[in-house]
């Protein structure tokens, strides 16, 4: 069985009081991490990586329990010869990258005995998409799931993870890259109004390997999904997108962290939200670690959002930390705002009123990440899903 590990507290330094002698780990590499549920308490929202979210609204998924039967259907678009048969939790690939952070994910890896394995064979190029439909079936039902994505050496694939319909879904997403490998992993929540998916997406992406992982999330009532990438081999690459939708009463969030571990890696990251509606709420946080021996390292991480209605609010916290100083380059930035006023007036200008030009701002705005998922069928129905938002928030 793989053991847990757990991170001391860090000792408070210059205190006044020797009494007062530790304070919480603060940094998202400190975090402990733990196989059993019973190792983290049930959130209060006071802690550190749950003190932006709506604890109140998440239903069962901090619940110790098995799955019900009816919560969650699984339906494929995946050739038989790329799944492998998963049983226990020590079955071949399962936690050589995965450790559970958090409530939710270690509950998630307890309750789900057999993972969902996915593995694209050494030195193939699958041309189609790998597709992982999973409906919800009941708002008020409780689901667990660990999904393996293994990408073997020089192999490349395109994998979409699409949710639907409503749960109270509890999940895990192991990603391993191997040397040479190039991944694209896609994951769209288009859930109903009334489910609750609570994600932990953790990846590592090996020597001269590469990584694109989008987030899509336009639909639900509680959405939080935190991937986690680890580039351990030299001249990794990561990027790591993002697009939320946030409506009246929805609750978007991710959580990203970024480790740069092996020397000459190179990571993207960019999320763009849009926000309307009373109480619309989006969370962004960007964790980017360089590690000592992450020398050459190429990083930059940024968070836009567009809010367009009054009561609307987005959370965007990015953070970098470096502990080398020979990189090529790092950054961060964030950007929250309304409309861009010469926007509109350039688009008036030309005829356009500003109905449409509203319109043609936002999808611009969002589009973006929307074509970074390579799925030309996908790119074509999110666009309209978000041009259906507009016109429900009587935006468009």
Partial sequence: MTTATQAPATRAEGHIDPAAAFVPVQTRSERPTSFDPADFDVPTGREVNWKHSPIARMGTVFVDEDSAAHAVEYRFDVPAQFRVESIGPDAAARG??????DRTAAIAWKR??????????ANEE????LRIDLVGRDATAHANAHIIVEAMPN???TVLLYHSGAA????NVEIIVRDGARLNLVSVQRWDEDAVHVA????????DATLTHVVVSLGGGVVRVNPSVELAGAGSECKLYGVSFSDAGQHLESQVF????????????LYKGALQGADARS????????GPDASGTNSYEANRNLVLTDGARAESIPNLEIQTGDIQGAGHASATGRFDDEQLFYLQARGIDEEEARRLVVVGFLGEIVQKTGIPSLEAELTAAILAELEAGGQA
Avoid: C, N
């Fill in 200 to 207: 932990s997406h953790q990846a590592r992406v090996d020597r």
């Fill in 126 to 129: 699958h041309e189609g998409t």
């Fill in 155 to 157: 192999s490349a694939a």
């Fill in 283 to 290: 969370v962004w946080i960007g964790d980017v670690l360089i």
């Fill in 168 to 171: 109270q879904y509890a999940q």
């Fill in 112 to 121: 789900t005995p057999d993972a969902l394995h996915v593995r694209i064979p």
């Fill in 258 to 269: 970024m480790h740069h571990k092996g020397p000459h890696t190179t990571g993207d990251v």
């Fill in 96 to 101: 050589e990258v995965f450790r559970p952070e």
